[in-house]
């Protein structure tokens, strides 16, 4: 096993596990606030611990933060503590309507993504995005990810909300991370078929598409 496994089965601990755990053993001590806060120690930790050691924050670490944010910022204008239980859910579901709200743009927010992840990898991107999105079937491609990624992103937030005020938080920390997780393992999932199709429909095309070689020429 090498370090990346080892280091994404500790993501795993700290993320799924440890939550749960520090709530178990603080609830009883600190009541439901308090451990409730506990429970959001470990990840907080972990992503301020890559912060510092890779001088960057990944997505589950930027989702974590920026979850554990709001969720103060709820709690100091009255809240109730068990936001904190919805942290992530936070800003992947603000993330999802965002994506849900870009649909109404001439050019969805995962064509910006896709423009960025690819300039970070070769210097023509903006060229050869440009050259992509003008060929047919692109604008439904980039259209149909979107509203499946938002439509996602913001219905998982929905259901680990109302779960979070309808179990018990020690059943929610138990369960509802799966739930998370499991949720955009399917997205992954789905968005690797459905890019292998759209390079399938892609193939056809050509090969279906008539050749003009020498041999048609009409002299």
Do not use: C
């Not at 601990?13 to 440890?18: Q, R």
């Not at 997505?59 to 239980?85: E, F, H, P, T, W």
């Not at 060229?127 to 219905?155: F, H, N, P, S, Y």
Request: charged share 20%; hydrophobic share 55%; proline share 4%.
């Amino acid at each position: 096993m090498n370090r990346k496994h080892l280091t994404l089965i500790a993501e795993l601990a700290v993320n799924l596990a440890l939550p749960w755990l520090a709530y178990t053993l603080a609830e009883p001590r600190w009541g439901e606030l308090g451990g409730l806060i506990a429970s959001a120690i470990p990840p907080l930790l972990w992503s301020l611990g890559e912060l510092l050691r890779h001088r960057r924050l990944d997505a589950l670490s930027v989702m974590v933060l920026v979850g554990i944010a709001m969720s103060l910022v709820g709690l100091a204008l009255g809240g109730d503590g068990r936001i904190l239980l919805v942290r992530e859910s936070l800003a992947s579901g603000a993330i999802g309507v965002a994506f849900l709200l870009s649909l109404l743009l001439d050019k969805p927010l995962i064509f910006y993504l896709a423009r960025a992840t690819m300039a970070r990898e070769r210097d023509d991107a903006h060229d050869v995005i440009a050259e992509w999105w003008a060929t047919r079937g692109a604008r439904r491609a980039v259209w149909v990810m979107t509203a499946v990624w938002g439509g996602g992103l913001t219905a998982e937030a929905a259901l680990r909300t109302w779960l979070a005020w309808t179990w018990e938080p020690s059943r929610f920390l138990a369960v509802a991370p799966f739930i998370g997780y499991g949720l955009v393992a399917v997205l992954m999932v789905w968005t690797l078929w459905y890019r292998r199709r759209l390079s399938r429909a892609e193939d056809d095309a050509v090969a279906d598409a008539p050749s003009f070689g020498s041999h048609d020429t009409v002299s």
